[in-house]
C-alpha cells in the first residue's frame, strides 16, 4: 500500500503524520480514514476546492486530473502546479508527499 506523507500544517497535523492506504482511494477519503480531518465541503464531488492540497513528491503517480478539476483549481487558495483536489486524486503504487494549504475559500468551517 502507498504511503502518504503529511507535511506539518496547524490544524490537520501539526506534527506532520504518515498514513497508508489501499491503491484506488482518493487522498481525501485516505486523510478521512485516519482521523485527519481535511475540510470537504462538498461531500468529495469536485464542487468546491475545501479538499485542496499540493502535491510535493509522487504527482505523476496520480490519475491525471480531468477538467472539472482542473476547473475547480483555478478557485483554490495558494494553488500551485503540483495543486490537485484531494478528493479527486487517487492513489497508485507510489508513495506521495502532500502539503494542505494554511487557507481554504471556506469562510466557515463544515462539520463532517
Not at 506534527?15 to 485516505?30: F, H, K, L, N, V
Amino acid at each position: 500500500m502507498p504511503i502518504i506523507k503529511i507535511l506539518p500544517h496547524p490544524e490537520y497535523a501539526p506534527q506532520g503524520a504518515e498514513i497508508e492506504a489501499p491503491i484506488g482511494t482518493s487522498i481525501c477519503e485516505a486523510l478521512l480514514d485516519h482521523d485527519i480531518k481535511i475540510e470537504h465541503a462538498c461531500e468529495m464531488s469536485c464542487a468546491c476546492t475545501t479538499c485542496h492540497v499540493v502535491v510535493r513528491e509522487g504527482y505523476d503517480s496520480l490519475n491525471e486530473p480531468e477538467e472539472g478539476e482542473e476547473d475547480m483549481l483555478d478557485r483554490a487558495w495558494g494553488l500551485e502546479p503540483q495543486s490537485r483536489l484531494s478528493c479527486q486524486a487517487i492513489l497508485a503504487q507510489r508513495n506521495v508527499t502532500i502539503e494542505i494549504p494554511k487557507y481554504s475559500i471556506n469562510h466557515a468551517k463544515e462539520n463532517h
